[in-house]
């Protein structure tokens, strides 16, 4: 094997491993008319957990329209809200439930071409035995304080 092919190969592998969940657009409502482009909007999308199966995610997000958005160059705002739901039964790895897996990402979109971008990261209260979910923004120099979370007991399933 030459060495090209192993550092793709690795690369295929680390990103397939490491990329948290991608979300299905679920629908949207436009917030503001535009002359130029499409109207500015808030996306609903949802998405799974990727470590824990039985765990599914809705998230609203604000997506600036215009002609800058058009070509992929506005700022997103940082205004989201998540809502988090068990859907089947969970089942935790010891990772997790050793909270050392606290403050995972599970999923990240880019809200701005270069240096802003939305994240949700997973927590385990084992007190409670409930997973939290968090979506905030950041942003390489300064981030934003807006955020919202979601709590889900993990109950049996039937």
Same mark, same amino acid.
């Given at each position: 094997m030459?060495?090209?092919?192993l550092?793709?190969?690795?690369?295929?592998?680390?990103?397939?491993?490491?990329?948290?969940?991608?979300?299905?657009?679920?629908?949207?409502?436009?917030?503001?008319?535009?002359?130029?482009?499409?109207?500015d909007?808030?996306i609903?999308?949802?998405?799974?957990?990727?470590?824990?199966?039985?765990?599914?995610?809705?998230?609203?997000?604000?997506?600036?329209?215009?002609?800058?958005?058009?070509?992929? *160059?506005? /700022?997103? =705002?940082?205004?989201? #809200? !998540? &809502?988090?739901?068990? @859907?089947?039964?969970?089942?935790?790895?010891?990772?997790?439930?050793?909270?050392?897996?606290?403050?995972d990402?599970?999923f990240?979109?880019?809200?701005?071409?270069?240096?802003?971008?939305?994240?949700?990261?997973?927590?385990?209260?084992?007190?409670?035995?409930?997973?939290?979910?968090?979506?905030?923004?950041?942003r *390489?120099? /300064?981030? =934003?304080?807006?955020? #919202? !979370? &979601?709590?889900?007991? @993990?109950?049996?399933?039937?």
């Open positions: 030459n060495l090209k092919f550092k793709n190969l690795t690369f295929l592998v680390l990103t397939i491993t490491v990329l948290p969940a991608w979300a299905e657009r679920i629908g949207h409502v436009d917030t503001n008319f535009k002359w130029t482009g499409p109207d909007k808030i609903i999308e949802s998405f799974d957990d990727p470590e824990v199966s039985g765990v599914a995610c809705f998230l609203s997000r604000a997506k600036t329209g215009g002609f800058s958005g058009a070509i992929g *160059v506005a /700022e997103d =705002s940082s205004d989201a #809200s !998540i &809502s988090c739901r068990q @859907i089947a039964a969970i089942t935790l790895s010891e990772k997790i439930k050793s909270g050392k897996n606290n403050g990402q599970v990240e979109k880019r809200t701005s071409l270069v240096f802003k971008s939305m994240q949700v990261v997973r927590f385990y209260d084992k007190t409670h035995n409930t997973l939290i979910y968090l979506v905030y923004s950041d *390489v120099i /300064e981030g =934003s304080p807006k955020q #919202s !979370i &979601s709590a889900v007991p @993990i109950m049996p399933w039937k």
